[in-house]
């Protein structure tokens, strides 16, 4: 065993617990299912634990665990609704009900697990969430599901409770959900290209449904996704999500839930590049520390001391941890998803060009997320750089179609906005009451799809060549002749030279020459500037779909612009330097 590890482990989970006690405690009756059950697995992990301050404290007096996992059971109970599932957002949701259910398993192959019969208080739990999941089971294997992942996640349930309380139909149905396929993308992402559903639902249930069912197959994808996210973690203990196409797009997602994955996969498989994914994320905060208490409890490969490493050694801090080669290469591309990494002199570029089509609309489930390049040296970090183009508000440069020659990324998308004419004499009502349609930017009544069209056009192609330390980029426009705004967002912390204050905006704009954003030792310089002007307006504009509905996708930091005509070409340089330079 990894003594230091599961140490480490063990007093977060409990300092984790005993702040719960202490500050949430009383409001476990207005919880849902999901945060209710995730409470309950976290007492029961530390009640089981040899070495926990909480261990056996069924009956400590009021310091003890037997009435907040009693109130848990209760709310979890109440929740439960006639079919067995549990009601939330979603209502009575199969998939929604499989969270709670998969974290219900894992508490009772706990108790189970015991060398000695449970005492009662653990013997009351075990009773309860019995019964919870006898009475989901057959709405369990009926039920459906609404996005890519849940279908994995809702197999992993069934078969974790299959093994559990074996019922006649639960493995035929694992199996028909997984005669599908499993939805891996060939360079190992996952349809949705989501670290969040990645680290959260997929893997953990593929790993459940090949521990469970004896599909020791399905570990081959996982195998596949971690190697895929080896070269897109970052530094700074996050990893790269703004290729997915779900709410992760517009977060930095952290990389700690990642770490029982790889240490999982790096035992098993002995793999030298896993261990030293797994050795660095050990070294960032812990990721619901109890929950991987529980995990390593029952799965051998997370005990284990990681290939190269003595049990009693432990993870050094993060910062005296380099990343493996796997983890930084020099270049790196998900070309399903559009974007590309390199790596030089200090700095690390990002280029994404893999937005999906905007059809519906604004919705979940697309990659939509306009920035299409990031760019860090050291401690400073430009976290978003976006075009806005002031054309017929259709809101910012997502590229159409992206080609990479080695460190060099094009970009490109053409926009077109109709004008319309008077309707064929065949296709006039007498009524006045035409056909509703959209049209691409707002819906009319006007039979849009009859009518003849005066059509405008803006073609935008940005090159990007990244290396040496520096991205450097060409943008050009043809077509309409407008105002465009480059828009780059810095993450707070640092100063800025060189720019001229929006007044009453918060936000910056560079009017000459090259600006400078530095933090601590680490600075960006970007530019140069243009001259600013009454028909260059220095803003950002998310685009028509998101304004009607009063919304936006703005990002958020320390936001600098330079802005210009949709003329002919401009350059623009981003270089990493030594603040002090």
Same mark, same amino acid.
């Given at each position: 065993?990894?003594?230091? @590890?599961?140490?480490?482990?063990?007093?977060? *989970?409990?300092?984790?617990?005993?702040?719960?006690?202490?500050?949430?405690?009383?409001?476990?009756?207005?919880?849902?299912?999901?945060? %209710?059950?995730?409470?309950? &697995?976290?007492?029961?992990?530390? @009640?089981?634990?040899?070495?926990?301050?909480?261990?056996?404290?069924?009956?400590?007096?009021?310091?003890?665990?037997?009435?907040?996992?009693?109130?848990?059971?209760?709310?979890?109970?109440?929740?439960?609704?006639?079919?067995?599932?549990?009601?939330?957002?979603?209502?009575?949701?199969?998939?929604?009900?499989?969270?709670?259910?998969?974290?219900?398993?894992?508490?009772?192959? &706990?108790?189970?697990? &015991?060398?000695?019969?449970?005492?009662?208080?653990?013997?009351?739990?075990?009773?309860?969430?019995?019964?919870? +999941?006898?009475?989901?089971?057959?709405?369990?294997?009926?039920? /459906?599901?609404?996005?890519?992942?849940?279908?994995?996640?809702?197999?992993?349930?069934? %078969?974790?409770?299959?093994?559990?309380?074996? $019922?006649?139909?639960?493995?035929?149905?694992?199996?028909?959900? &997984?005669?599908?396929?499993?939805?891996?993308?060939?360079?190992?992402?996952?349809?949705?290209?989501?670290?969040?559903?990645?680290?959260? +639902?997929?893997?953990?249930?593929?790993?459940?449904?090949?521990?469970?069912?004896?599909?020791?197959?399905?570990?081959?994808?996982?195998?596949?996704?971690?190697?895929?996210?080896?070269? =897109?973690?970052?530094?700074?203990?996050?990893?790269?999500?703004?290729?997915?196409?779900?709410?992760?797009?517009?977060?930095?997602?952290?990389?700690?839930?990642?770490?029982?994955?790889?240490?999982?996969?790096?035992?098993?498989?002995?793999?030298?590049?896993?261990?030293?994914?797994?050795?660095?994320?050990?070294?960032?905060?812990?990721?619901?520390?109890?929950?991987?208490?529980?995990?390593?409890?029952?799965?051998? =490969?997370?005990?284990?001391?990681?290939?190269?490493?003595?049990?009693?050694?432990?993870?050094?801090?993060?910062?005296?941890?380099?990343?493996?080669?796997?983890?930084?290469?020099?270049?790196?591309?998900?070309?399903?998803?559009?974007?590309?990494?390199?790596? /030089?002199?200090?700095?690390?570029?990002?280029?994404?060009?893999?937005?999906?089509?905007?059809?519906?609309?604004?919705?979940?489930?697309?990659?939509?997320?306009?920035?299409?390049?990031? @760019?860090?040296?050291?401690?400073?970090?430009?976290?978003?750089?976006?075009?806005?183009?002031?054309?017929?508000?259709?809101?910012?440069?997502?590229?159409?179609?992206?080609?990479?020659?080695?460190?060099?990324?094009?970009?490109?998308?053409?926009?077109?906005?109709?004008?319309?004419?008077?309707?064929? %004499? $065949?296709?006039?009502?007498?009524? /006045?009451?035409?056909?509703?349609?959209?049209?691409?930017?707002?819906? %009319?009544?006007?039979?849009?799809?009859?009518?003849?069209?005066?059509?405008?056009?803006?073609?935008?192609?940005?090159?990007?060549?990244?290396?040496?330390?520096?991205?450097?980029?060409?943008?050009?426009?043809?077509?309409?002749?407008?105002?465009?705004?480059?828009?780059?967002?810095?993450?707070?912390?640092?100063?800025?030279?060189?720019?001229?204050?929006?007044?009453?905006?918060?936000?910056?704009?560079?009017?000459?020459?090259?600006?400078?954003?530095?933090?601590?030792?680490?600075?960006?310089? @970007?530019?140069?500037?243009?001259?600013?002007?009454?028909?260059?307006?220095?803003?950002?504009?998310?685009?028509?779909?998101?304004?009607?509905? *009063?919304?936006?996708? *703005?990002?958020?930091?320390?936001?600098?612009?330079?802005?210009?005509?949709?003329?002919?070409?401009?350059?623009?340089?981003?270089? /990493?330097?030594?603040?002090?330079?």
């Amino acid at each position: 065993m990894d003594a230091a @590890f599961l140490n480490r482990v063990g007093e977060a *989970a409990d300092q984790s617990v005993q702040a719960l006690l202490e500050t949430h405690d009383a409001d476990v009756a207005a919880l849902a299912h999901r945060p %209710a059950m995730g409470r309950l &697995l976290a007492m029961v992990t530390v @009640f089981t634990e040899p070495g926990s301050r909480f261990y056996g404290a069924g009956f400590h007096g009021s310091g003890g665990l037997r009435e907040p996992m009693a109130r848990c059971l209760d709310r979890l109970e109440q929740l439960q609704g006639p079919t067995g599932l549990f009601d939330g957002t979603n209502l009575c949701s199969p998939p929604d009900s499989a969270f709670t259910l998969n974290d219900v398993c894992l508490a009772l192959g &706990l108790i189970r697990a &015991l060398d000695t019969p449970p005492d009662p208080v653990l013997a009351e739990v075990d009773a309860r969430l019995s019964g919870i +999941v006898s009475r989901a089971t057959d709405a369990m294997v009926a039920g /459906g599901v609404h996005t890519p992942n849940h279908r994995w996640e809702l197999c992993a349930a069934l %078969a974790q409770m299959d093994r559990l309380q074996p $019922q006649p139909g639960i493995a035929e149905r694992i199996s028909e959900w &997984l005669a599908e396929g499993i939805d891996q993308l060939p360079d190992g992402m996952y349809s949705e290209r989501s670290p969040l559903y990645a680290t959260a +639902v997929t893997n953990p249930s593929l790993l459940a449904i090949a521990d469970s069912s004896g599909r020791p197959e399905l570990l081959d994808h996982v195998r596949r996704n971690l190697t895929a996210f080896l070269p =897109w973690f970052s530094p700074d203990g996050s990893v790269e999500s703004v290729f997915s196409r779900r709410q992760d797009q517009w977060m930095t997602f952290d990389a700690a839930p990642f770490l029982h994955l790889y240490r999982r996969m790096a035992n098993q498989d002995g793999r030298e590049d896993f261990a030293a994914a797994a050795t660095w994320l050990e070294g960032l905060p812990l990721h619901e520390p109890a929950k991987l208490l529980a995990l390593a409890r029952l799965d051998p =490969w997370l005990r284990e001391a990681l290939p190269g490493r003595t049990p009693a050694e432990g993870a050094p801090p993060s910062s005296d941890i380099s990343f493996h080669a796997a983890m930084a290469p020099a270049g790196a591309a998900l070309e399903s998803c559009g974007v590309y990494r390199f790596r /030089g002199a200090g700095t690390v570029a990002t280029v994404f060009g893999g937005c999906d089509a905007l059809e519906p609309g604004v919705v979940s489930g697309l990659a939509t997320n306009p920035t299409f390049l990031r @760019f860090a040296y050291g401690a400073a970090v430009l976290t978003d750089l976006r075009l806005s183009r002031s054309f017929f508000d259709l809101g910012p440069f997502r590229s159409q179609h992206t080609v990479a020659n080695g460190t060099a990324v094009t970009l490109s998308e053409e926009l077109e906005a109709n004008f319309y004419l008077p309707l064929p %004499a $065949q296709k006039r009502r007498a009524d /006045g009451i035409y056909a509703l349609e959209h049209e691409g930017r707002f819906s %009319a009544g006007m039979d849009f799809g009859s009518r003849p069209t005066v059509v405008h056009k803006l073609a935008t192609d940005i090159a990007v060549q990244a290396d040496g330390g520096q991205a450097v980029l060409d943008v050009s426009f043809g077509g309409a002749d407008t105002a465009f705004a480059l828009e780059l967002t810095f993450r707070p912390g640092g100063t800025l030279d060189g720019v001229v204050p929006l007044g009453g905006t918060g936000a910056f704009q560079l009017v000459e020459g090259m600006g400078r954003y530095g933090v601590g030792g680490d600075a960006i310089e @970007f530019g140069p500037g243009l001259p600013a002007g009454p028909d260059t307006p220095a803003a950002y504009n998310p685009g028509e779909s998101y304004r009607y509905l *009063a919304g936006t996708n *703005a990002s958020g930091g320390v936001r600098v612009y330079i802005t210009g005509r949709t003329r002919g070409s401009h350059r623009f340089t981003l270089r /990493g330097v030594p603040r002090d330079s």
